[in-house]
């Protein structure tokens, strides 16, 4: 996968993954792109585009768009499906996702999809063991204060 | 399940009072990031939430670089800057604090560090260089959350430089008791194989070992790494073929954890990188694909549940069975799986049949004609994407019945289409069918003439060129060409006398060269009407200064007469004095020329012979300017990368001190003429000679270059011409593809000449798919075509790729114009796909001669002059029973038994047929050698065997093709081999086709090479080196194992190499040792090497791009078996 971006049905960003090094400008660039032709896309069309070189493969949930872009010999359904495994991992950790703890948790989305996918293939497809893994760097952020006393004091 | 997450939230303004919901419960209400979203929220302008954006980030900037900061608020510091960014406001001053923040934060912060890191830079970003000591620290921490997190940034971008400072460390994880840990190491393995392969060799055992892990999400992580070792080098992994099918099956049948399942389908990821594996392996191999025929049945019926997941395993299911040896029954289960997507009433899923469809229909057009209606239907699809993918489809069926309807509905898709990307490839692809299949003259002019139109000057520089190419090399019969060009001449001319301001730039180019060079034909035209038409595009505002240029090389060429002439003299007062140096010098050209007519008679012929043009690539005339500009006290030229070097040497911060060695001292010696003590002889060598060597190295670059890349010893590019004309050639009615029955008469007007839509959509299937499956062999749509092509290529000699260029010329002593048209001639190398039997390259080079002499005198020798042999019989049981054992029976022809070679081996064997290969090195080439042996009880007819390879040239060692060979006898053919492009590993890949008892059979098979195979010591002088290595600019580096056993650790490792890969070792001073080598075809390549401790460091040089890291590769190979 080369990249992965979220964004709201008023073309506003919500999330961006890059898994390819492309420079600020080229980002905006496909970005702005990219989102325009989704949003002028019909509902019932086809999930997949021909971009450029690459395959998007995009999905709406609620207000959010959720899209892929991958290269051309790969499997457009099972990206398809990595989006929707997406949703439910963020869905099972938020209790009922919405768009707004997208927006107000972006960084736990990133959590959530840095141990979904890494490095742009899918590291764990195990719905428990992915959530598993978050929830224990989680419980640490809860003795974290504990954490930061300690080493200031040793400091 | 979307329904769980479908709550849509539409009143934005109620954001405020949103915070009991369970997501925004976690934020706490004072927090500054969330004040900071609400705040953009309720702006109604771009301009204010800039305006807010800005503020914001000012005062980020303050808060990370007060010196009172807390990590924590740094966190949060963090956070906001990373939703800044998202916005796509900079926040760059943040970049050094993440960096601090995933180095000094405690847990939590180091995890919002690490992330707005991964988020802020990529992997070329430079201050990458200081998360390294974070990272080495935090995989030897002993929480494992931190070794997690510095696993998935590894993962993620790591300077490459860097790897070798944490790879152990990595390594060490594989063995780690936590799976996650195991996992995730894996993973940047993963990456480390991807962005520097070198690196990570010498772990390939440990990588069997994560793929035998214990835990499913171990194993499915190390196929990732499988996956592109195996895209990258196949024949290396057939032994673990059974181990991916038992993988596979344990899969399919459920035997995983239920954790894995999705959907209730087992595990579909893992399955789908299987079944990418298993089709990769089993290509152009039997025996590893007959491996893997019950595991694909299996999984074709465990596919029932009607859900995406299972499509997704479905349609790799299908991808693999095509591209692995056929199976029967699996192709038939597969084609009805085809044809469930095709019709399905599910858009994705259509659309991903019509892709299957196109990917299957070069082996079987009869799919094609199945789904005739659907296809039809999908063409007048409302989705432009479905309608996009169907033209792809009719792309692949085109045959000369056809192209018209094809093309029509490719140039209605194109007249809607607004997207550039589509647009170029489009024009590219109707421009590749129109010259292939043009059925008529008036047809294809037309056809250009739009796709010229539409293609706007985005087309690919190529079409314009190949056409006029096409144009000026012309066919077979000089009264078509005739014909041809008349026609543009005169479609041009009235394209002119309309609208013209809308025509491209490039498609002006074409009209003005073509009415200069053609315009003669039509005697009724006078050329003053043409020099009036060409005249008034130069008035066009729009007009670029290489189009001006290409209009007054055209007006040039035609001015005669006393109206052109006072035309052509208005034109060049006004451009005698432009500013465009081109331009001011073709002004020149034309008033001299026009004012001589003598002069112009003489350049200028009609019919210009094609003698081809004399050119001193080594530039020698200009010798005496450059030694008198030199002594004049001019600075001697430098070539790039010599001047980077010394750039290099400027910078502050350099992280190898080895940079500094050899070359860089050799350089500024050479050109100073200073001497410098530390200077080993190499350089001491050049550097007492001072500018005249300098200067003498400045030429042999200059002529190394010329020679290697532009101009071969027969002209232009001439060595890869005559293969690709081979193709253009073809005879359709090649021995084993018997001219097909279905087809119309070639001259035929075709039915569907000026096919109207509205006639029904019956009538267009008709001519859609008209010339399909009435062939009874399998075989690639575009080759066996039936029909005579009207435009087709003649066999050209080596020079006639030069045609463009000698009568695009205006004077020969203009080179520039020369340059003009040369740097717009496409490498037709790339075109270059195969090479067929009959028609052997119709060049002859000193080499063949040499060797035909080696082969073809030797009188006792059971190889006979065509090269092809025939022996003993064989029992048919010895070779069915032992097809392995019975390889080694067969023996070289005696010629070559005595020359190093390899040792035969198997390729492929069916009922009647068993086919073996070695090759044989010699000193100025390779020879494959295959070994067709018939081990069934009736003679093989019609042989046909047809050898070619990406990054070889092959050519055929003999004059008469192979016809027959008698039963249990053996026939020899012998291939000479030349790097095209040098890799790791070559592979040459065959298809031997053939006639037993009057039934069609094909066989394809496939032969490797290792790029050692190529490799020749190349014998020079210290000096020679010197200079060569200056004159290099491809380069690679790399820290190597040194042979530590012995007495003297560079000579026994330089010794090594020279013994395994044939290398030259040219001198060994102290720590340092320089060595050479080439590839057969005189491509050398030059190593550096000096001892740093226990390491070698060895730093190559070639003029071949490619050439240094392949080597790189095989001497790290040799050090590490030792």
Known sequence: MQ?????????????????VPLSDKEKKKITRELVQTVLARKPKMCSFLEWRDLKIVYKRYASLYFCCAIEGQDNELITLEIIHRYVELLDKYFGSVCELDVI?????????????????????????????????ADLLQESEDWGSLQSDEIL | MSDVVEKTLTALPSLLSLDSQPGSAKLSSSSKLGALIRGITELTSKHEEEKLVQHELASLKDQVSSPNISMRQMKEAMVRAIYCEMLGYEASFSYIHAIKLAQQGSILDKRVGYLAVCLFLNENHELLLLLVNTVLKDLQSTNLIEVCMALTVVSQMFPKDMIPAILPLVEEKLN???????????????????????????????????LCDKDPGVMFASLHIYLQMIKDNPEGYKDLTASFVTILKQVVSGKLPMDFNYHSVPAPWLQIQLLRILSILGKNDQMSSEIMYDVLDESLKRAEINHNITYAILYECVKCIYTIYPNSDLLEKAAKCIGNFVISSKINLKYLGLKALTFVIQQDPKLALQHQMTIIECLDHPDIIIKRETLELLF??????????????????????KDDHSTIDLVGKVAEIAEKYAPENKWFIETMNTVFSLGGDMIQPDIPNSFLKLLSEGFDSEEENQKLRLFAVDSYISLLE?????????????????????????TDLDSARVITLLAKLLDMKQMSGETKTWVLMAMTKLCSGESSISIAQSVCDDYSSSMDTVLRQRAHELQLLSQDSALRGQLLTLHSGSEPLEVDSSLSFLDAFVSEALAAGAAPYKPPHQRQEELAQEKALSLEPYELSLPINMSSSSLTGRQSPTLMSVSSGLSGDSTELSLKGNTTILKLEGVKRVWGKEGYLSRKDPLEEVIQVENPSSPSQPTGTGGTPSDTPTPSATPEPEHGKQQLASSLFIGLGSQTSVFLMGKSDPTAQRIRRKVKTPNSSMAVTERGSVSSTSSAVDNLLCNNIPESANMVQEVTYETPPPYKTELDARLNEDLIDSTPSPVQSNGVETTSDKTESEITDKPRDECSSISLPAKLSGLPHSEVTSLCSNQTVELSACHVEKHDYVLLVIFISNSSDSDMENIHLQVISEQLEVSLLCESPLQDIAKHSMAVCQYLLNVRRPVVHFEVVGMLSYQTSSENQEVEFSYKLPLTSFVRPLEVSTEQYGTMWLAFSNDTKQNLALVTDGQDPLTDTLDLLKKKLGLHVVEIIGVEGIVACRLVQDQPCLLHCRVHGRTLAVWLRSPIPELPDCLLYHCQRVLEET
């Open chain 2, 176 to 210: 780690h008791s936590k799976e996650i840990i195991r996992r995730k190491a894996v993973l940047a393995l993963y990456k480390f194989y991807l962005i520097a392969p070198n690196q990570v060799q010498h772990i390939h055992n440990k990588f069997r070992k994560a």
């Open chain 1, 104 to 136: 107000f948790n972006f960084e736990k989305a990133y959590f959530i999809l840095d141990e979904f996918l890494l490095g742009g293939e899918a590291q764990e497809t195990s719905k428990k063991n992915v959530l598993k893994a978050i929830e224990q």
């Open chain 1, 3 to 19: 990249f992965m971006l979220l964004f709201s049905r008023q073309g506003k960003l919500r999330l961006q993954k890059w898994y």
């Open chain 2, 396 to 417: 692949r069926i085109t045959n000369a019945q056809n192209v018209t309807v094809i093309v029509e509905k490719m140039l209605e898709f194109l007249h809607q289409s």
């Open chain 2, 498 to 522: 309309g609208e013209i301001k809308k025509l491209p730039q490039r498609f002006l180019q074409v009209i003005s060269w073509v009415l200069g060079e053609y315009s003669h034909l039509r």
